[in-house]
């Protein structure tokens, strides 16, 4: 198990899961049912049924399981698996435990708050984007999405689909790094089957050879332009995808795996990365996401040596500023400290985290994000 500076993290029961005691006040409610629990246990795909992929009847003979197992036998074997992936990895910041409820922690973030309280949630963000992805990617699921398995609408934000310009990367940055690499079977799945329509796409879009993703995609393989002409000129997510592979093969080391298996940069009017294939940025426009910097982070083509192109990553940061939505955020707090500045990463994280309210769909919503150096 990987530690730092590791205590035990205190662990309880909410209805046949385990949760850390600190992320207990957020989620409890959500398994309040007999039913949820059991769909939480298909969620995780026990190794016990777990199968490349389910169909009807695999679902049909799980949920009839469930519906007539003891409540002991269920909350056992969720347990036991749950605690298999989650207790590899504590984390000690100093944190301390507290009484405040957690939108009151949120609010309280770099003012009232003890600096160990601060560290707490801190630690909160850490661990609960840990139990999201293990909720909701195990092998025989779909990859985790936007809303993940907890969507509760029939027209959720964004279509509940998969944007491959972050935020299906951002789901996934915990896997490796906090010791989650069970977690990726369904992305990899999930990839592997978009390369035959996406070669499509790079030889009729750019008549070149390989393949590529655009904005979006779907689980039916979509892999077209979307009817949002300003926002579909990401040809990068292919190559952005690929990374995750060989992120996988260096932290397990399996040849076999990498069988499995360099955007371009222009520069602008206003001497910045383009977004667009054509100068269309703003230096005024509102903060969203940056696709454009991939290659400072989580790419590696900008680096330290680079100097001039440090600088004009720099001036679209700060152009497109520390707000945005959550997603935005904790991008823009990877790319700062991937250009050594520390202390505005920093404050970027204290933006996202003291949001309030926002800052609990950002941990919902778009999961963990993680600095790396």
């Known amino acids: 198990m990987a530690q730092f500076q590791a205590q035990p993290i205190i662990i309880m029961v909410v209805k046949g899961v385990y949760l850390s005691a600190i992320t207990v006040r957020v989620i409890c409610l959500c398994f309040t049912t007999r039913l949820l629990m059991g769909l939480t246990v298909l969620a995780c795909a026990l190794p016990v049924v777990a199968s490349v992929s389910f169909g009807q009847e695999d679902v049909t003979y799980q949920l009839e399981y469930f519906a007539s197992s003891p409540d002991q036998v269920i909350v056992i074997r969720v347990s036991a698996d749950h605690q298999a992936l989650f207790d590899r990895v504590v984390l000690d910041l100093g944190q301390s435990t507290y009484d405040k409820p957690t939108p009151q922690l949120l609010a309280d973030y770099g003012s009232t708050n003890t600096p160990a309280e601060d ?21 025989g699921s779909l990859p985790a999405n936007l809303q993940g398995v907890w969507n509760h609408s029939e027209t959720p934000p964004w279509n509940a689909d998969y944007h491959v310009n972050i935020n299906l990367q951002m789901s996934y940055w915990p896997e490796e790094v906090t010791n ?51 926002a579909f000129w990401q040809p990068e997510a292919g190559a952005w995808r690929a990374q995750h592979y060989y992120e996988h093969y260096l932290f397990n080391r399996n040849r076999e795996f990498l069988e499995r298996l360099n955007p371009g940069l222009k520069i602008g009017r206003w001497d910045q990365p383009q977004e667009w294939h054509a100068d269309l940025d703003d230096p005024e426009k509102i903060p969203r996401p940056v696709p454009h910097l991939f290659a400072l982070h989580p790419g590696r083509q900008i680096t330290a040596e680079q100097s001039a192109l440090l ?43 003291s949001a309030g309210p926002t800052s609990i769909d950002f941990a919902v919503n778009h999961f963990q994000s993680r600095t790396r150096p």
């Open 119 to 139: 560290r707490a949630q801190e630690v909160l963000y850490f661990q609960f984007g840990r139990y999201l992805l293990i909720a909701s990617s195990r092998n």
């Open 180 to 230: 989650l690499s069970e977690t990726t079977g369904p992305l990899f799945d999930f990839v592997d089957a978009l390369v035959k329509p996406g070669r499509r796409s790079a030889r009729q879009f750019y008549g070149a050879d390989g393949w590529t993703l655009l904005l979006n995609t779907n689980i039916w393989g979509f892999v077209g332009v979307i009817d949002w002409p300003t």
């Open 311 to 353: 600088e004009t990553t720099k001036t679209t940061l700060n152009a497109r500023g520390d707000g945005g939505t959550g997603s935005a955020q904790a991008w823009k707090i990877n790319l700062w400290a991937r250009l050594l500045e520390g202390d505005r990463a920093g404050f970027s994280g204290s933006n996202s985290r």
